[in-house]
């Protein structure tokens, strides 16, 4: 297994790349390698999907949706942003008050941040692929209720599924959970690998809350590292 590029530093990358970390509020670091273990944990119990929607149909269905409370308050329909055949699927929790107004994932402040931590591993918004748990906005910004999640769940499964991503980055407690059906705490969650069916599965803090706590985005820019070997070794 190749060490990823996070040992490897060399030219205008380097320079490129701590500028980025520099944005993220995180000093350029060498982590230390670490044994890429997945653990495997059961593939979660999935609804059966029925209609296998195409991402047109998918967009219309999620758009005159009415499957859970949350449509009574939304202006947009947030199904997700970027290749709809991208190698790398992050996954959120719900769009918040900026996503539902445009209609996209991951906008305002947490957005950039992520841009930044997409940008510091080499990748873009049009590059990877970014969904959410629920598409619709809960009321004044709060975690989506387990029954949202779940009546919205088969819209994710098949975002996954149209997307077949080689890897899966989970950004937050709240989607962790959620996906991988578990109550496990993220920082038990995070620093390994877990399965989602044959896709590998890294789970990282959200950037709402590095926001909030930014002695964390040290082990946000490890988690990255760890999945961009993740993936060298998956396309190696
Ligand atoms: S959050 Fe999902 S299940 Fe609920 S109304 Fe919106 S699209 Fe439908």
């Known amino acids: 297994m190749g060490e990823g590029g996070c040992a490897h530093h060399g030219g205008f ?8 970390l520099g944005e993220m509020g995180v000093l350029p670091m060498h982590p230390r390698s670490q044994p890429l273990v997945e653990e495997r944990i ?3 119990s999935s609804p059966v999907v029925e209609a296998k ?12 949706c009415t499957a859970c409370p949350l449509h009574q308050g939304r202006n947009r329909v947030v199904v997700g942003v970027g290749n709809e055949r991208a190698d ?12 539902d107004l445009k209609g996209e994932p991951f906008v305002g402040q947490a957005g950039k941040l992520l841009d930044n931590m997409l940008s510091s591993i080499g990748l873009s918004r049009k590059v990877v692929y970014i969904a959410n748990t629920v598409k619709c906005r809960p009321p004044g910004n709060r975690n989506p209720e387990p ?16 997307v077949e991503p080689k890897l899966i980055v989970i950004l937050g407690r709240v989607a962790a959970q959620s996906v991988l059906e578990t109550d496990a705490t993220i920082s038990s969650l995070r620093g ?12 990282t803090y959200h950037p709402a809350y590095l926001l909030r706590n930014t002695s964390d985005k040290a082990k946000a820019w490890a988690d990255l590292c760890l999945a961009r070997r993740k993936m060298a070794e998956l396309s190696g």
């Open 42 to 44: 059961p593939e979660p």
């Open 192 to 203: 390994r690998f877990h399965c989602f069916g044959d896709i590998p599965v890294l789970v």
């Open 147 to 162: 029954s949202e999640m779940a009546a919205c769940r088969h819209y994710l499964l098949r975002q996954i599924e149209l």
């Open 53 to 64: 929607m195409g991402w047109d149909e998918l967009k219309s269905s999620a758009e005159a």
């Open 13 to 20: 990358a380097v320079s490129r790349r701590e500028l980025l």
């Open 88 to 99: 790398w699927l992050f996954i959120g929790e719900a769009p918040g008050a900026e996503e």
